[in-house]
């Protein structure tokens, strides 16, 4: 037996030593995901359509490659840690008081969509038998702001294999969603001879995405690029309350289960880091141009993210999990469509 005397002690020395071997097993799998991002970005900007959904798919196609061996490390690496830093770092783009500049009756429309959105998410995932987190994710990504809010609502909830790939799924589908709406939705408010306010509260408060609400708004005029603009931005706020409350409740049901000595934190630290970014970025204490650089950090970190994910993800596995992600979110979004579409004619009126 090795006694006390010989035994060896971690020095500051071994630390250096410890972090290079760290990184050499997490580089690989990380230079993957993000030479993935990387095309996702080229083949976005050379064809068009949505960098996300360019790096999910490529990802699926070398989940054989990537999924095992000595690129696993780094591959889960980026879908925990890097998504983690992502989504904290989404803080920094959104400030609360864009409430003022939407007003009241158009805030209080948004606020009853985005919670009944979620409410139609839980309602419906208790009815096809889907485990509670799936249908929060589903209906956040409608409600609030497409593949950002589910990765944010999914990086609170416990690691889950089942939850991962339906993650994935929604960022899919609600990528996809998101275009046909904004390619149609502006051909419906011209139909329905809307106001340029009339259209902004519709385009903004039910497109997921915010490219596609810009673009769809540049459809019919620049006033109501920025009338839609400001009213997404304000759906992208709720983020901030809604990842909190989920946060709070999933830490104290985990504390009211847990032994005392390996209690979770009620929030974890990237959450907390989210919320002080907000908080300072309404406050007008960051500057742009860092806000410009965290913004554009965000979303490069989650698209190699959302590629790491697809590269753990079996494409059998998927298509395993059958038609209950698509009825959950074209319910959804067909859902939050008419609501808004709704609410707006009764702002005209």
């Known amino acids: 037996m090795e006694s ?39 083949m976005s900007s050379q064809y068009g359509g949505p960098q996300v959904l360019y790096a999910l798919l490529i990802g699926l196609a070398l989940h054989s490659v990537g999924s095992e061996g000595a ?15 992502g989504v904290a770092l989404l803080g920094a783009r959104i400030t609360l008081p864009v409430i003022f500049d939407l007003g009241w009756p158009s805030a209080l429309l948004i606020v009853l969509a985005v919670v ?14 889907l485990p509670f987190e799936q249908g929060i994710i589903s209906g956040g990504s409608v409600a609030i702001c497409g593949v950002s809010a589910a990765l ?28 046909v709406a ?14 340029v306010v009339q259209q902004g509260v519709f385009l903004g408060g039910s497109i997921h995405d915010v490219a596609q609400v810009v673009a769809a708004g540049m459809m019919l005029s620049q ?22 409350t989920l946060a709070l409740a999933i830490g104290m049901r985990s504390r009211s289960s847990a032994e005392s000595s390996t209690r979770p934190p009620l929030l974890p630290a990237f959450l907390v880091v989210f919320c002080v970014l907000v908080a300072l970025s309404s406050a007008g204490l960051i500057p742009k141009p860092a806000v410009d650089a965290a913004s554009t950090a965000s979303r490069w970190l989650l698209v190699i993210a959302i590629a790491a994910v697809g590269v753990k993800s079996s494409p059998a596995e998927l298509i395993r999990m059958g038609w209950a992600p698509t009825l959950l979110l074209v319910t959804e979004t067909l859902f939050i469509g008419t609501v808004v579409l709704a609410g707006a004619r009764v702002l005209g009126g």
């Not at 909830?157 to 990528?175: D, I, W």
């Not at 006033?223 to 909190?244: G, N």
Request: proline share 6%; net charge positive; charged share 15%.
């Open 4 to 42: 006390p005397l010989t035994k060896r002690s971690m020095t500051p020395a071994d630390e250096p030593a410890g972090l290079v071997a760290r990184t050499r097993t997490l580089l690989p799998g990380l230079l993957l995901c993000l030479t993935v991002a990387m095309a996702a970005g080229f």
């Open 71 to 85: 690129l696993a490390a780094g591959v889960g690496f980026c879908s925990r840690t890097l998504l983690r830093v």
């Open 116 to 129: 009944s959105t979620l409410g139609v998410g839980w309602v419906l995932s208790r009815m096809l038998r």
């Open 152 to 179: 944010a609502l999914a990086s609170v909830f416990p690691r889950k294999p089942e939850t991962e790939r339906f993650t994935l799924l929604v960022a899919a589908g609600v990528t996809l969603l998101s275009t």
């Open 182 to 195: 904004m390619v149609f939705y502006p051909l419906i408010a011209t139909a329905l001879e809307f106001s």
């Open 223 to 244: 006033d109501t690029a920025d009338s839609a603009t400001v009213v997404k931005l304000f759906r992208v706020a709720l983020l901030v309350p809604v990842v909190l």
